[in-house]
């Protein structure tokens, strides 16, 4: 064991000793973030592949200040809210399940809305396409192409609409006829994005209702949990056994290089999904020789407003040009990187920080389930940090969008009026 894994696991009994000790709680932004990069540093320092190398001190210390920094930014919010009380987890959950927390009518109709813009945009798709993933020769490719520009948004927050379906059976509507057709809702349009072969989306969706129902209802036991947790582990190794052969395990064990013995291979895709991610950004900040200054950070407006392939052609951004295997992404310091360099590292992550603390103390402060929903999602972004940056993903940040205007305008319930 390194001296790098042995801080990394001091780290994590630390979290995970106090966390049942003082019953903290688990979900908060700092010890989140601090777990999940313990245990990803923890894992990368076994180098068990060929494609893995030793990190100079320079990508240490670029990741290092990026960790400090969001860190950092969370310590800044405890600071700021220290004086405004903050209620118990039971206290927000009895909150939560109260009757008047939404207008369920509204967030009916609003289901309904945005299921029928899901449905819409799906068969127009499947039409120009002419096909599904699925049912494609080469399911993995076709499942990448498929999509069209301003259709394919409403594709992507099929995990929203799931969500908010799971949000009205959870908060206990007392509508039996409208729950029956939620469910079918549910269950369709659960169906029906399988057949692209997607599985972000539903990665998503398991951590929204996970988060929500840990902070929104007393429904999570470690039973349900592990029940949960088995059944969607399945549900994913299915889904990616249909795109790939069945001898990929096998093919991803030799082209990985790995080091450990071939009774193993079925441990490879894992492995190298936590590793390389954090290997392309210590092998991307040691050759990088030019900035990007906002394209990369600004991924989302500029997918939006439909400039993106103009604007990479014309700057000739390409940070696949770093990449020496067929794993392609990086932990979310790397667009920060890539565009701004070290002061991009420290500000982008400081800022987030403070931004994600921020919301959690206000969702234990005033008890709204707006910011409950929106913490959920953050608890996603923190999750998935060593593996992608969601925050600045057109997809993910729809999806953010979508789920805070439909809490904050649209499914409020009104204000009795007072005699």
Not at 130 to 137: D, E, F, H, R, Y
Not at 217 to 245: C, N, W
Not at 271 to 289: I, P, Q
Request: aromatic share 20%; hydrophobic share 50%; glycine share 6%.
């Amino acid at each position: 064991m390194t001296i790098i894994q042995t801080i990394s696991l001091i780290i994590i009994l630390i979290i995970v000793v106090l966390g049942f000790y003082k019953r903290n709680d688990f979900f908060s932004p700092g010890r989140l973030f601090s777990l999940v990069w313990a245990v990803s540093i923890f894992v990368t320092e076994f180098k068990y592949s060929g494609f893995q190398k030793e990190w100079s001190s320079y990508s240490w210390f670029v990741l290092i200040l990026g960790l400090i920094s969001f860190l950092l930014g969370t310590f800044i919010s405890y600071v700021l809210h220290i004086s405004k009380h903050a209620d118990s987890i039971k206290v927000l959950r009895k909150s939560i399940q109260s009757n008047d927390i939404v207008d369920f009518d509204k967030l009916y109709l609003t289901i309904k809305v945005l299921f029928l813009c899901y449905t819409i945009s799906f068969i127009v798709e499947v039409i120009q396409f002419g096909t599904i993933p699925i049912l494609s020769a080469f399911p993995d490719k076709a499942r990448v192409d498929f999509g069209m520009f301003g259709f394919h948004l409403f594709i992507g927050i099929v995990s929203s609409i799931m969500f908010l379906c799971v949000e009205y059976l959870v908060l206990k509507s007392k509508n039996r006829k409208h729950k029956l057709l939620v469910i079918a809702i549910l269950l369709i349009t659960f169906a029906s994005y399988f057949l692209l072969l997607q599985k972000f989306n539903y990665i998503l969706l398991f951590v929204l209702i996970l988060v929500f129902c840990y902070y929104g209802s007393h429904l999570l036991t470690f039973k349900k949990l592990l029940i949960a947790f088995v059944a969607f582990g399945g549900f994913i190794i299915f889904l990616q056994s249909i795109r790939l052969s069945r001898y990929a395990n096998e093919f991803f064990y030799v082209i990985s290089k790995m080091k450990y013995s071939r009774d193993y291979a079925m441990f490879t895709g894992p492995y190298m999904y936590v590793t390389m991610n954090l290997e392309n950004f210590a092998r991307g900040v040691d050759v990088m020789s030019r900035h990007s200054y906002g394209l990369m950070t600004a991924d989302w407006l500029a997918a939006l407003t439909g400039i993106k392939h103009w604007a990479i052609e014309y700057f000739g951004v390409d940070y696949r040009k770093y990449v020496t295997t067929t794993y392609n992404t990086y932990p979310f310091l790397w667009d920060y990187y890539y565009d701004f360099g070290l002061m991009g590292v420290f500000i982008f992550p400081l800022i987030t920080g403070i931004w994600i603390s921020s919301i959690y103390y206000k969702m234990r402060i005033t008890k709204k389930i707006k910011w409950v929903v929106i913490y959920s999602f953050f608890g996603f972004v923190i999750l998935f940090s060593f593996f992608y940056n969601n925050l600045t993903s057109l997809n993910m940040t729809t999806n953010l969008f979508v789920l805070w205007l439909i809490h904050s305008i649209f499914i409020v319930p009104k204000v009795k009026a007072v005699a």
